[in-house]
T-cell receptor
Framework: DQQVKQNSPSLSVQEGRISILNCDYT??????FLWYKKYPAEGPTFLIS?????DKNEDGRFTVFLNKSAKHLSLHIVPSQPGDSAVYFC??????????FGAGTRLTVKP | DTGVSQNPRHKITKRGQNVTFRCDPI?????LYWYRQTLGQGPEFLTY????????KSRLLSDRFSAERPKGSFSTLEIQRTEQGDSAMYLC??????????FGPGTRLTVT
């Protein structure tokens, strides 16, 4: 059961522009959401998170938005840099137990 | 460096053999997780320890899989009688809070 979905397998953006990665979920009991970045041959690296009691969290160039009514979250990267090119995974958890991951979106930032 | 480490990084085995992987978490993290990742998919939860207690197991974890975390430190994941469908990346993560989980580099298993 795919409780977390990333419907865009890939995204290409020009350097300096905004990257927007999207994620949808079905389980209304999820109370914590995270974004991870993954480079080839490495494990996922934690990027940014948001609690279900918030609708926005910022960390430098990265902002995560949560729309609970739509069961949707997004990651904004501004400005995008070539080093941001990686696979981005959306994840969600319920009461800090197992995390459910989306299938990932491959972001390519072109110089 | 005090990140999560996993050994071996790569393992090639013949079908029917047993394999064991090791994970060393970040030292102050009492929670430890195992995930499996196949090509084109996100990590799938396998099991979770809080200290030495195994608190949750996914239905993906068949009876051929067993995990331990003696003394609440490192953890091992053993797969008995490996099958070709077990070929995947096995990821370990640790956490202090249970929310942000920090992943190791993974062990890539190839069953021939």
């Amino acid at each position: 059961d795919q409780q977390v979905k990333q419907n865009s397998p890939s995204l290409s953006v020009q350097e300096g522009r905004i990257s927007i990665l999207n994620c949808d979920y079905t389980n209304s009991m999820f109370d914590y959401f995270l974004w991870y970045k993954k480079y080839p041959a490495e494990g996922p690296t934690f990027l940014i998170s948001i609690s279900s009691i918030k609708d926005k969290n910022e960390d430098g160039r990265f902002t995560v938005f949560l729309n609970k009514s739509a069961k949707h979250l997004s990651l904004h990267i501004v400005p995008s840099q070539p080093g941001d090119s990686a696979v981005y995974f959306c994840a969600a958890s319920e009461e800090f137990n197992d995390m459910r991951f989306g299938a990932g979106t491959r972001l390519t930032v072109k110089p | 460096d005090t990140g999560v480490s996993q050994n071996p990084r790569h393992k090639i085995t013949k079908r029917g053999q047993n394999v064991t992987f090791r994970c060393d978490p970040i030292s102050e993290h009492n929670r430890l997780y195992w995930y499996r990742q196949t090509l084109g998919q996100g990590p799938e939860f396998l099991t979770y320890f809080q200290n030495e207690a195994q608190l949750e197991k996914s239905r993906l974890l068949s009876d051929r899989f067993s995990a331990e975390r003696p003394k609440g430190s490192f953890s091992t994941l053993e797969i008995q009688r490996t099958e070709q469908g077990d070929s995947a990346m096995y990821l370990c993560a640790s956490s202090r809070t249970g929310y942000e989980q920090y992943f190791g580099p993974g062990t890539r298993l190839t069953v021939t």
